[in-house]
């Protein structure tokens, strides 16, 4: 018998990860930076059972049982039961909770995945169980497992999972911190996440991955992961705001792209994601601030900018963004340094 515990946190991506293959395996490589504050907490205890064919778990969400995040689990002891070979020697049961609301649309699955195989990793280690003898590694390949973008929340700061040329010990099968020279103006960089859509996502990215797949511009999609990537390596290094916030928007403006030119076709963007980055960038243009922002598979809008130019960004989202936002609501938060086990 025994527990374990770990917070891990969401993340956000600068270069997306959209389309993979077989096995959890992405078609091109993504970089993003750690969040702070939005994170999920999950315990883990186990017990010795009568080794059978099946997975035996329960799972409490926020104190409750919790039967539909079910499914998403089992699917995730399949895919991992050949480096765990202990998961069904136990019952286990999971209890779990988020800082941010749950019907937020913030993905949970970066952050509830990685804190799941955090814990699992803990047991491995605890076991004895041969396996990959870098701890957080071998997390990340758990959670890769999981869901793809919860690979690079083992990890603080910014993240690259997927391989890339130029980028050194960068895996297709776990995430790893990025080594390169990073300029101190994205120290502390910040995130606010304006919630728009707090409903649930009508496209799950599993879903969204698949269209990838015959989609008549993938290939030119990919190719250009590679080459945005390697371009944002030298934006890091000097520090070059504007050349950040071209990038970073691009890559958020092509995803939707991609998902607008998939058959099926999908919008996931609503018209306050709209006016948010029409706001966004008339008060770029006035005030010559510098603030960016991207999207993820869904209608939020994360505004990203230095620590700097926080006191005038606030006055901003206080008056031109909280009107936007779905029960006036929005998330503070800002690049973060990973899990913690409690
Ligand atoms: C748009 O990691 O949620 O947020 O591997 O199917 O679980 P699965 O997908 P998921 O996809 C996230 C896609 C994204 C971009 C990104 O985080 O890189």
Partial sequence: MGKVTWQSPSNIALVKYWGKYENQIPANPSISFTLNSSYTTTSLSWE??????????????????????????????KRVHHLLPFLSEFHFTIETSNTFPHSSGIASSASGLSALSLCMASLAKSLNIPHDEDFYR????????????ASRSVYGNL????????????SDH?????????????ENFQDYILLVDKGEKKVSSTVGHGLMNNHPYAMKRFEQAHT???????IL???DLEAFGNLVESEALTLHGMMLTSNPYFILMKPNTLRIIEEIWAFREETKTPVYFTLDAG????????EMVKNKVDTFAQ????????????????IGNGPKQL
């Fill in 48 to 77: 010795a059972k009568e080794k059978t064919d099946d997975f035996s778990f329960e799972l409490f969400f926020e104190g409750k049982a919790e039967e539909s995040f079910k499914p998403k689990i089992e699917a995730y002891f």
């Fill in 138 to 149: 071998f997390a990340s390949t758990l959670s890769r497992l999981g869901s793809g973008s």
């Fill in 159 to 170: 993240v690259v999972w997927g391989k890339h040329a130029l980028i050194e010990n960068s």
């Fill in 299 to 306: 209608a939020n809008v994360h505004m990203l900018f230095p």
């Fill in 237 to 239: 290094a000097e520090g």
């Fill in 228 to 234: 945005n990537l390697n371009k944002l390596k030298s």
């Fill in 174 to 186: 776990f995430a790893v911190p990025y080594t390169g020279e990073v300029h101190p103006v994205f």
């Fill in 319 to 334: 008056t031109k963004l909280v009107g936007l936002c779905k029960d006036e609501e929005y998330i503070c938060d800002q």
